[in-house]
């Protein structure tokens, strides 16, 4: 079997953790190589309901070996408690199901308050931001001051370098916003009381990684939030700050010598959308509150009501694109079951011209949406399991996205789940 990744098609928030704990019956390795703890991923199994945050989706499985790579903004203090959560329910973390990149940069204190800060600054010119330090994080990474998780190990290094980062991330946070500066004795508590707690799940993941590709083991890479989010291709500036594109997974896992097979891609069988920036396909009103609560679609992370809309044909084949997707999971096809007919954003129009070509940044918030409508078939269809079984309405509703947006959909997910899903 290929290695393959699992990735967002549209703006995050697809259901990506259920393919993962879906999928990871076939698959020895689950790698998160990129994000933090600023978007959830939620999963239904036989342990309850969860949603991680930074934890891979694997977790659940007894013999799968997670690690989060060098890729992924480590919040030592969110991750801990994740642990604790996830432990509580009776799922068992050690260092034999869990390991950390020695690479991955620590997400530390100061990055959360920048980015509270930071977001009060721009007031309605906001990004945003679920204000869990991302955007500092990376840019400190990028700016070579952040401190590696493997430092953890080497502790009178590390106190050396923190006291340096703190200098200078103290003039930031006094000059520029009037904050107050961090102290050491803060650090020093923060390290003691969350860093000391995941230091035995510290290694080199790489010597694991290619160790697992020598022995043929299947990997299954594990990306964070959507095309549309990614830093690079995404609906720029209101993107995440790492790349959540299926091309950037062997990077930040830790095992740049991977070839992934096959590109998971999940779209929801509608669309949803955390955050500020342009989404052409929005729906307000009564017809936006009725499908909000028909999917229950509030963040997983910050509780936030998502934006909602029809699905996108235009924004969907252009995440499929940029994923290079060989295969589509299509999620939550039962939460449309109450609707008499189903609207779908088929096209784009700019002005007096349609198109479908997904429109550069800076144009896209005067992009305008082409309705069509689609039979609905009014019944519940969270029961089924098998493709000849869905009432016809439903079966042509996939097959219509499917063809437009040129990628085979092979997973039709009916319900949260593990078993509720059909396999085409």
Known sequence: MANAAIVGINWGDEGKGRMVDLLTQDYDVVIRYQGGGNAGHTVINEYGKFALHLLPSGIFRKRVVNILGNGVALDPENLWLEIEEVVRKGVPITPENLKISDRASLLLPWHRALDGLEEARLADKKFGSTKQGIAPFYSDKYQKKTILAGELLYPEHLKEHLQDLMEWKNL?????????????????????????????????????????????????????????????????????????????????????????????????????????????????????????????????????????????IVATRYGVQVQAATNIALTKLDVLSYLDKIPVCAHYKMGETITDEFPFPAVLGSAQPVIEYMDGWKCDISGIRSWDDLPEAARKYVEYIEAQIGCHIGYVSVGPERDSIIIR
């Open 172 to 312: 930031t946070l006094t000059k520029v916003y009037g904050a107050q500066p961090v102290t050491m004795a803060e650090l020093e508590g923060w390290i003691d009381h969350y860093c000391a707690k995941i230091k035995p799940f510290i290694c080199d993941t790489g010597v694991f990684l290619r160790d697992a590709q020598k022995a043929g083991k299947n990997i299954l890479f594990e990306a964070q939030l959507g095309a549309l989010r990614d830093l690079d291709y995404g609906i720029h500036p209101y993107t995440t700050s790492s790349n959540a594109i299926a091309a950037y997974a062997p990077v930040g896992s830790g095992l740049p010598s991977a070839k992934v097979g096959e590109v998971i891609g999940v779209v929801k069988a509608y669309s949803t959308c955390v955050g500020e920036g342009p989404f052409v396909c929005e729906l307000f009103g009564p017809e936006a509150d009725a499908l909000r609560e028909a999917g229950f679609e509030y963040g997983a992370k910050t509780g936030r009501p998502r934006r909602v809309g029809p699905i996108d």
